[in-house]
């Protein structure tokens, strides 16, 4: 009978749980059902919701260890500086702050790395960094990516997590549009594989530019 249907749905799913007895860094409050799940349940499940198959949202370098075969991962040794042609003296200071905290140099990682023994260039996006937004330095990174694919010869995924262009770079911010755009098609002219993998959120000038090229 759809009752015991029912019934037998909601015993399936995770208990709901005394918030008193949650030791907090052992349960996390999924954003999908609202429940409160086991946190090691969620990690061995690649980070989806067991109960109703929300994705949280995940670090670079978790992505990376996901995706890639372990061991294998190699990032682009690029040093960029970052631009301020607004001159914000905030804007330099708190991308110190973040880097301190995150462990991370941009909002995007790089790099080589192989998938079941296959070779690939491989861009994932965090959304730590100031929402993965796009300035000069991740258009240049991502840019040079698509440039080192060609050249390889090899197949191209970006994981894409923005909020768009970075408005504390203005203009420079939005020419990195067109740049990321004009490289992806020498890649398609090249008769490469891309593969544009769009995470929450993907936004702006990220899903106006790169991200929407196939
Ligand atoms: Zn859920």
Redesign the pocket.
């Known amino acids: 009978m759809i009752v015991d249907k029912i019934k037998k749905r909601e015993t399936n799913n995770?208990k709901h749980i005394n918030p008193v007895d949650i030791p907090a860094d052992k349960w996390i409050k999924?954003?999908?059902?609202?429940?409160i799940?086991y946190k090691e349940a969620v990690q061995e499940n690649y980070n989806v919701?067991?109960?109703?198959?929300?994705h949280f949202r995940i670090s670079s370098t978790k992505r990376i260890a996901q995706i890639i075969d372990e061991g294998t991962f190699e990032e682009f040794d690029l040093k960029i500086d970052t631009v301020n042609p607004l001159q914000m003296e905030e804007y330099l200071k708190k991308l110190t702050g973040l880097r301190e905290k995150t462990g991370l140099d941009e909002a995007v990682k790089c790099g080589t790395g192989t998938i079941n023994g296959e070779k690939v260039v491989i861009c994932v996006m965090d959304g730590n960094f100031l929402m993965g937004s796009m300035g000069t330095v991740v258009g240049e990174k991502i840019t040079y990516s698509i440039e080192k694919a060609i050249e390889l010869k090899l197949p191209l995924i970006i994981f894409s997590v923005s909020g768009g262009a970075r408005m504390q770079e203005g203009i420079m911010s939005l020419m990195q549009m067109a740049k990321t755009s004009s490289a992806i098609a020498k890649l398609d002219d090249a008769g490469l594989l891309f593969i544009s993998v769009l995470t929450d959120p993907t936004y702006g000038g990220v899903t106006a530019s790169f991200a929407s090229l196939r």
Do not use: L, Q, S, T
Not at 30 to 35: R, S
Not at 49 to 54: L, T
């Open positions: 995770v999924c954003d999908g059902c609202k429940e799940v919701c067991p109960n109703c198959g929300y």
